[in-house]
């Protein structure tokens, strides 16, 4: 009888598996290079106020795209289910970052 937990984290992924985690986590990796260009256009930019409250959102999204980053680490390792915690973590930020936005359009 072969014994069952020789791979009971699941870190040994096939090769047809791995690559796709790969091209999964190379997207991912393109959305979070997007978030960090787009954040650090934002702190940059000429001519914008920077009045109290300013940074609350910035920090939303940082913290988002953070945690985007995280799971696209563990996807290239196969390790999707710890990801599913983060997933609910950008969730929350994503819509934190939608009620900061009605809050401030009124």
């Not at 190379?26 to 409250?53: Q, Y």
């Amino acid at each position: 009888m072969e014994n069952s937990t020789d791979d009971f984290l699941g870190r040994h992924l096939r090769d047809d598996v791995s690559q796709i985690m790969n091209k999964y986590g190379d997207s991912i990796d393109v959305l979070v290079r997007f978030g960090a260009d787009f954040i650090d256009w934002d702190l940059t930019r000429e001519g914008v106020e920077k009045k109290d409250g300013y940074l609350v959102p910035v920090l939303f999204l940082r913290n988002l795209i953070e945690n985007i980053d995280a799971i696209g680490i563990l996807i290239r390792k196969g390790a999707s289910d710890p990801a599913k915690t983060l997933m609910r973590t950008v969730v929350e930020n994503f819509f934190s970052l939608g009620v900061l936005a009605c809050r401030e359009t009124g």
